[in-house]
């Protein structure tokens, strides 16, 4: 049958409910009992009970399913009581209803819509049934075309997050059913939502914490701009609670003092989002909420790749999705690092043996004036036979002359995943400049071996601000 604990008098002390065989008891944390109630039925056959309050006074009731074995059929049989013990028989219990009641616990939600709570029960084999505070049936019960299979309890929910309620049900159809509701989730017209109350299968009636709801997330936050997330709660139990912070983003902290959580997000981690999860908990049991945060470039000039950017391009480089092949080019990707496109040489394939000259993929002309410190960063998979095979990256201030930004130093270059680089414009040539260029260069290169050669996405031109 199980153990509830809760207040059902409202004097602001739990009360531990149980069953025996024949009764159904409620008892004092001294050890007294408040009370105890025979009922005619088997209590230790099978079935369940709970506690809420259904009616709405302030005060518990205790709901109690049992089995009935009678003329080689089975029913069950379901018992109300209030917060003395008393049999509710003003709402008509106990009611009787066809099906085994082994382990079927009787939920209490708003699961219609009408602001008020509904007593739930569905024993095995035989549709689901529901009635109001005052014993009437609930409209659109039975559901007649959803029975739970034997020693199973359905389990209410907002399992999408949409903010509508659904009902889980292991059916007797073999099949897993999960149907919407017409009542939004709203955890204060819950108190019993699954077979043992709550996910920690506590049976503990006292309200859970709940993460404070909306929570002070921006949806989208610029790099390099601190995000400060403030942790709150509404604590109606007044309980001792702890904060359980996971998947924080690299670089993103838990301050367990100030229960806040802090984050200066990098130039490197823009274009992507990123998700973490929150839950607080009193011991017993918890809430918790998923957030994502998008970062977006604080930069210069910025391209993510998911449109033309529109560089220029000698013949080879192309703008796209890449088609990664195996065998010798084996790391080469098959979408870019945040969307499926790139700029890239021969995307379908290696680059070229033999290549006489360099070619070279082009930034337009990028204007940094009032900023300092100028940096090019991007994401790269680049492989390429180097020494036999070349490439390069260099910047200009017109587009003719040119200056190396870097070279290799390894041989030979496989970049076997996505890698974030950056590199720092020398101060003569891109502070305060009203026009900078950048570009990417292959081959020449030998007749020997070729690989995919350059994958380039999410490009970023970053400086820091001239004070006037």
């Given at each position: 049958?199980?153990t509830?604990?809760?207040?059902?008098?409202?004097?602001?002390?739990?009360?531990?409910?149980?069953?025996t065989?024949?009764?159904?008891?409620?008892?004092?944390?001294?050890g007294?009992?408040a009370?105890?109630?025979?009922v005619?039925?088997?209590?230790?056959?099978?079935?369940?009970?709970?506690?809420?309050?259904?009616?709405?006074?302030?005060?518990g009731e205790?709901?109690?399913?049992?089995?009935?074995?009678?003329?080689?059929?089975t029913?069950?049989?379901?018992?109300?009581?209030?917060?003395?013990?008393?049999?509710?028989?003003?709402?008509?219990?106990?009611?009787?209803?066809?099906?085994?009641?082994?382990?079927?616990v009787?939920?209490i939600?708003?699961?219609?819509g009408?602001?008020?709570?509904?007593?739930i029960v569905?024993?095995s084999?035989?549709?689901?049934?529901?009635?109001?505070?005052?014993g009437?049936v609930?409209?659109?019960?039975?559901?007649l075309?959803?029975?739970?299979d034997?020693?199973?309890?359905?389990?209410?929910?907002?399992l999408?997050q949409?903010?509508?309620?659904?009902?889980?049900?292991?059916?007797?159809?073999?099949?897993?059913?999960?149907?919407?509701?017409?009542?939004?989730?709203a955890?204060?017209?819950?108190?019993?939502?699954?077979i043992?109350?709550d996910?920690?299968?506590s049976?503990?009636?006292?309200?859970?914490?709940?993460?404070?709801?909306?929570?002070?997330?921006?949806s989208?936050?610029?790099?390099?701009?601190?995000?400060?997330?403030?942790?709150?709660?509404l604590n109606?139990?007044n309980?001792?609670?702890?904060?359980?912070?996971?998947?924080?983003?690299?670089?993103?902290?838990?301050?367990?003092n100030n229960?806040?959580?802090?984050?200066?997000?990098?130039?490197?981690?823009?274009?992507?989002?990123?998700?973490?999860s929150?839950?607080?908990?009193?011991?017993?049991?918890?809430?918790s909420r998923?957030?994502?945060?998008?970062?977006?470039?604080?930069?210069?000039?910025?391209?993510?790749?998911?449109?033309?950017?529109?560089?220029?391009?000698?013949?080879?480089?192309?703008?796209?999705?890449?088609?990664?092949?195996?065998?010798?080019a084996?790391?080469?990707p098959?979408?870019?690092?945040?969307?499926?496109?790139v700029?890239?040489?021969?995307?379908r394939g290696?680059?070229?043996?033999?290549?006489s000259?360099?070619?070279?993929?082009?930034t337009?002309a990028?204007?940094?004036?009032?900023?300092?410190?100028?940096?090019?960063?991007?994401?790269?998979r680049?492989t390429?036979?180097?020494p036999n095979?070349?490439?390069?990256?260099q910047?200009?201030?017109?587009?003719?002359?040119?200056?190396?930004?870097?070279?290799?130093?390894?041989?030979?270059?496989?970049?076997?995943?996505?890698t974030?680089?950056d590199y720092?414009?020398?101060a003569?040539?891109g502070?305060?400049?009203p026009t900078?260029?950048?570009?990417?260069?292959?081959?020449?290169?030998?007749?020997?071996?070729?690989y995919?050669?350059?994958?380039?996405?999410?490009?970023?031109?970053t400086?820091?601000?001239?004070?006037?």
């Amino acid at each position: 049958m199980g153990t509830a604990l809760a207040d059902l008098d409202a004097d602001g002390k739990f009360e531990v409910v149980f069953c025996t065989d024949k009764e159904v008891a409620a008892g004092r944390a001294t050890g007294s009992t408040a009370w105890k109630t025979k009922v005619p039925d088997p209590l230790d056959l099978g079935g369940g009970l709970c506690v809420g309050d259904l009616n709405e006074d302030g005060l518990g009731e205790v709901y109690v399913v049992t089995v009935v074995e009678a003329e080689e059929f089975t029913f069950s049989r379901v018992y109300a009581f209030d917060h003395k013990g008393r049999l509710l028989t003003e709402a008509g219990y106990p009611k009787t209803i066809m099906g085994d009641p082994t382990r079927c616990v009787p939920l209490i939600a708003d699961i219609d819509g009408d602001g008020h709570k509904e007593l739930i029960v569905g024993s095995s084999n035989e549709p689901i049934m529901a009635w109001e505070a005052d014993g009437s049936v609930t409209p659109g019960f039975p559901m007649l075309a959803l029975a739970p299979d034997i020693e199973c309890t359905p389990a209410l929910a907002d399992l999408d997050q949409d903010g509508d309620m659904e009902i889980m049900v292991p059916a007797d159809d073999y099949r897993f059913h999960v149907v919407d509701l017409p009542a939004p989730y709203a955890t204060e017209k819950i108190d019993w939502g699954m077979i043992r109350h709550d996910p920690q299968n506590s049976g503990w009636t006292a309200k859970a914490p709940q993460i404070d709801h909306p929570l002070s997330v921006p949806s989208q936050v610029q790099a390099r701009q601190i995000l400060e997330i403030p942790l709150a709660t509404l604590n109606p139990a007044n309980l001792p609670l702890r904060w359980l912070v996971q998947g924080l983003p690299d670089g993103a902290r838990y301050d367990a003092n100030n229960c806040t959580v802090s984050w200066e997000p990098r130039v490197d981690q823009a274009f992507q989002s990123y998700t973490f999860s929150l839950a607080v908990t009193d011991g017993i049991r918890q809430d918790s909420r998923t957030v994502s945060v998008e970062v977006l470039p604080d930069a210069i000039y910025s391209t993510n790749m998911d449109t033309d950017p529109n560089w220029t391009l000698d013949k080879s480089w192309e703008w796209g999705v890449p088609v990664a092949r195996g065998g010798i080019a084996k790391y080469d990707p098959n979408s870019g690092h945040t969307g499926p496109n790139v700029i890239g040489a021969l995307l379908r394939g290696n680059y070229l043996n033999n290549m006489s000259k360099t070619i070279y993929a082009t930034t337009p002309a990028i204007d940094c004036r009032g900023f300092r410190n100028i940096h090019l960063s991007f994401w790269r998979r680049l492989t390429v036979e180097w020494p036999n095979d070349r490439v390069c990256l260099q910047v200009s201030q017109d587009g003719v002359t040119w200056a190396d930004l870097w070279t290799p130093d390894q041989s030979p270059l496989m970049d076997e995943s996505w890698t974030s680089v950056d590199y720092a414009v020398p101060a003569g040539i891109g502070d305060n400049q009203p026009t900078l260029y950048f570009r990417w260069g292959l081959g020449p290169t030998n007749g020997s071996v070729a690989y995919g050669g350059w994958n380039l996405d999410d490009v970023q031109v970053t400086g820091e601000r001239i004070a006037d």
